[in-house]
């Protein structure tokens, strides 16, 4: 009893316990934002963590396998808060100008969590792992994209996978802009330029009543196909 009691403390000390798995996860991610997948070692990871190196084979297999982890970890952070900020608002043009503030906050306050699946792309483009985690995030993003939509006009839409698809490459748009050209007034523009450019995206799919709603929805202001009836 006594050896089992002593086996499992070691092991919790070389990080292999429920905690060490967590703090190399974030340890990974700050890790890879600063420095890249590639100039990361898992000894650097390890250490900032406080673990052995035996802990981050334990808990993910190989560094591949917590590059994936981190992937996932960091796409969810922020489709988790657009999702909270959408469902903030009912109504339409409210809920896609949250979407679109949202966005700008994400990549003003915490970049990170945009780039690092970017910076994954370029560098381990080859890898299956990668590409696996990655579409794993972006089949999701879009995913809560087509809900979003369809729960804030009403209705069904046509084609409403492609819309949530170009929407969703707007957005990596302005991200991508930033990251190159980190101009405040010009992200903007960017993105009230994107602001309209969805609402144009879904008035166009939608049917003649629902369009008449939405309208309705806009009290005192122009529609986006023109002026209210």
Same mark, same amino acid.
């Given at each position: 009893?006594?050896?089992?009691?002593?086996?499992?403390?070691?092991?919790?000390? &070389? *990080?292999?316990?429920? *905690?060490?798995?967590?703090?190399?996860?974030?340890?990974?991610?700050?890790?890879?934002?600063?420095?890249?997948?590639?100039?990361?070692?898992?000894?650097?990871?390890?250490?900032?963590?406080?673990?052995?190196?035996?802990?981050?084979?334990?808990?993910?297999?190989?560094?591949?396998?917590?590059?994936?982890?981190?992937?996932?970890?960091?796409?969810?952070?922020?489709?988790?808060?657009?999702?909270?900020?959408?469902?903030?608002?009912?109504?339409?043009?409210?809920?896609?100008?949250? /979407?679109?503030?949202?966005? &700008?906050?994400? /990549?003003?306050?915490?970049?990170? /969590?945009?780039?690092?699946?970017?910076?994954?792309?370029?560098?381990?483009?080859?890898?299956?792992?990668? &590409?696996?985690?990655?579409?794993?995030?972006?089949?999701?993003?879009?995913?809560?994209?087509?809900?979003?939509?369809?729960?804030?006009?009403?209705?069904?839409?046509?084609?409403?996978? /492609?819309?949530?698809?170009?929407?969703?490459?707007?957005?990596? *748009?302005?991200?991508?802009?930033?990251?190159?050209?980190?101009?405040?007034?010009?992200?903007?523009?960017?993105?009230?330029?994107?602001?309209?450019?969805?609402?144009?995206?879904?008035?166009?799919?939608?049917?003649?009543?629902?369009?008449?709603?939405?309208?309705?929805?806009?009290?005192?202001?122009?529609?986006?196909?023109?002026? &209210?009836?």
């Amino acid at each position: 009893m006594a050896r089992r009691r002593t086996k499992s403390r070691q092991r919790r000390d &070389r *990080g292999a316990g429920p *905690g060490g798995r967590e703090r190399l996860l974030q340890a990974a991610i700050r890790r890879f934002a600063e420095k890249g997948y590639a100039a990361t070692g898992i000894a650097d990871v390890c250490a900032e963590a406080g673990v052995a190196k035996t802990a981050l084979y334990w808990h993910y297999e190989s560094k591949e396998g917590l590059l994936a982890a981190v992937v996932e970890a960091v796409g969810n952070q922020w489709i988790e808060r657009l999702q909270k900020a959408v469902y903030l608002e009912g109504d339409p043009l409210q809920r896609i100008d949250r /979407l679109v503030g949202e966005w &700008r906050q994400i /990549l003003l306050e915490q970049p990170e /969590l945009l780039r690092l699946p970017l910076v994954t792309q370029l560098e381990q483009g080859d890898s299956d792992v990668a &590409r696996t985690a990655l579409r794993k995030v972006w089949r999701r993003a879009e995913q809560a994209l087509v809900q979003g939509i369809e729960d804030t006009v009403g209705c069904s839409l046509p084609d409403v996978d /492609l819309l949530a698809h170009t929407v969703f490459v707007l957005l990596q *748009g302005a991200m991508l802009r930033q990251m190159a050209d980190p101009d405040p007034d010009g992200l903007e523009r960017v993105l009230d330029d994107l602001r309209r450019t969805i609402v144009l995206l879904v008035y166009d799919r939608l049917p003649e009543d629902a369009r008449y709603r939405l309208r309705e929805a806009v009290s005192g202001s122009e529609a986006p196909g023109g002026p &209210r009836d």
